[in-house]
């Protein structure tokens, strides 16, 4: 499992979710918070490409040997890509879950809607506070 | 997250918290789900040695003239056939032949029985069990307190254990007073993980040094994730998922723990369904593709729910989904072909043969 951490170029969502922001697009993943407090991540099958998924509503799921979790869009959008190795090696989500851990890609429908997320100070304050 | 301060906890608390434990609210108590993840500890139990609290777990003491006739009236297996140094695995039932308990008893003497029930069940086993006996020359005794209980599991379990003790290890099913690392025990030869191994029963003030010199001989520390993986690959029964009240025992698949001659509370109930075969009976199934089945999915054959997920994971040992679930018995035959509808999506699914996992040879 990776050590903590929160990259400072990426945006987050309180549901423990991150978006990388390029251009109209943006790829997302769940944090280290969230892969460390589900434990193994034993089962991901990826979303259909084509769907339209709407902001901080769930758009697929993350399972552990214990549980199920809920994976919620940062952003509204259309996906244009999923990760087929992160369901193959559903550990890759809690080995690397900024890199090789991504979700899905999407094009994003408001591009605008960034404002409403939370930078990596804000998040991190967010995690203290919950704690 | 936050636990709720009215949880108890087991001796081994602060070493669960030094063991780096995730603790979570369980039938009352806060106990270690994981520490180092479930998948390390589930392989660390078939291939070396874990160790599990199960302090959680109660204990009745039961002594007296009349010890062996109101633990025979109320469990559903022989007590006639439960030695002194034995263990005996049965059911507790009412009088329809609702499970209300799965229970070890161990004799200790040959008036004097310890039972462990489940965590859930401890209060309600030693109120039915002390309602039972009145009128009998048998005194009971909630010992929930007076014991702290760790099982060692995994094919270097009974080494480790015999390398702490001077005396020689009990067989399996059978118990044997002992010191382990310099605290006195009851080593029983029991488990519920699928391996050999033993559990024992000690002084709560002696818990610490025992898990420490447990941990210091190779022990991998195991939570309530990896005990239930363990235990569902192997198709052992947890209360309260795969039996309750609404199910007897020959439904359950336990009709070998009950001897009905015995004339126990519920016999006659289990006569009954053992002579007329039950409508349904509790199976194990692997899904044939990815997914993982949950408790309460509905199980699919065809168009139609024919059942419901009592238990369901993922199998560490086997890479994939697996349950059990309570089918009409012309569904039961391994082989069968169902669905399981895991939040909306079908996922093909296969009625197994029992265990789902076997050692390999």
Not at chain 2, 206 to 228: F, I, M
Not at chain 2, 275 to 284: C, I, Q, Y
Request: with cysteine.
């Amino acid at each position: 499992m990776a050590d903590e951490s929160y990259p400072d170029g990426l945006l987050y969502h309180p549901e423990h979710d991150w978006a990388r922001i390029e251009g109209d697009s943006a790829t997302f993943g769940i944090t280290w918070y969230a892969q460390d407090s589900l434990g193994e991540v034993v089962f991901f099958e990826p979303p259909e490409v084509g769907s339209e998924i709407v902001k901080d509503e769930p758009y697929t799921e993350v399972e552990s040997v214990k549980a199920v979790s809920d994976v919620y869009a940062p952003l509204s959008g259309e996906i244009t890509e999923v990760n087929e190795k992160a369901g193959e090696s559903p550990e890759t989500i809690n080995d690397d879950p900024y890199g090789d851990g991504w979700l899905v890609k999407v094009r994003l429908a408001d591009p605008s809607q960034t404002g409403e997320l939370l930078d990596v100070g804000a998040y991190k304050k967010l995690l203290e506070e919950s704690d | 997250m936050s636990v709720a301060a009215d949880l108890r906890r087991t001796p081994l608390y602060e070493a669960h918290r030094a063991a780096g434990a995730k603790l979570v609210p369980f039938a009352g108590f806060e106990m270690p789900v994981s520490y180092a993840g479930v998948g390390e500890e589930h392989r660390a139990v078939r291939e070396d040695v874990g160790v599990f609290d199960v302090s959680h777990m109660g204990e009745v003491q039961t002594r007296g003239l009349d010890a062996a006739a109101v633990l025979q009236h109320a469990l559903s297996n022989d007590l006639d056939k439960l030695e002194v140094g034995g263990a005996q695995y049965s059911c507790l039932c009412r009088d329809d032949g609702g499970i209300l308990d799965d229970l070890f008893t161990y004799r200790l003497d040959g008036d004097r029985y310890l039972t462990v029930t489940n965590a859930s069940n401890r209060d309600t086993d030693f109120e039915w069990l002390a309602e039972h006996s009145h009128g009998r020359d048998a005194e009971l005794r909630d010992a929930g307190d007076d014991y702290a209980m760790l099982a060692v599991q995994g094919p270097r379990a009974r080494d480790l254990v015999a390398g702490l003790t001077d005396g020689e290890l009990p067989q399996r099913m059978r118990t044997a007073e002992l010191e382990v690392a310099g605290s006195r025990a009851l080593v029983c030869g029991t488990g519920y993980t699928g391996e050999d191994g033993v559990e024992l029963l000690i002084d709560p003030e002696s818990a610490t040094t025992v898990w420490d010199a447990l941990l210091d001989g190779g022990a991998t520390p195991a939570g309530l994730g990896a005990r239930d993986t363990l235990r569902l690959e192997v198709c052992f029964h947890l209360y309260g998922n795969d039996m309750d009240v609404e199910r007897n025992p020959i439904e359950a698949g336990l009709g070998w723990c009950c001897a009905e001659q015995t004339g126990f509370i519920g016999s006659e109930a289990v006569a009954r369904a053992r002579d007329e075969g039950p409508a349904e009976r509790l199976v194990a199934f692997a899904l044939t593709e990815r997914g993982i089945p949950r408790p309460h999915n509905a199980v699919m054959s065809g168009a139609d729910r024919v059942g419901e997920v009592t238990s369901g994971t993922h199998s560490p040992s086997l890479g994939i989904g697996i349950g059990m679930a309570y089918l009409r018995s012309e569904l039961a035959e391994p082989g069968t072909e169902l669905e399981v509808d895991v939040r909306g999506k079908l996922r093909p699914a296969r009625v197994e043969s029992k265990p789902l996992y076997k050692r390999p040879e």
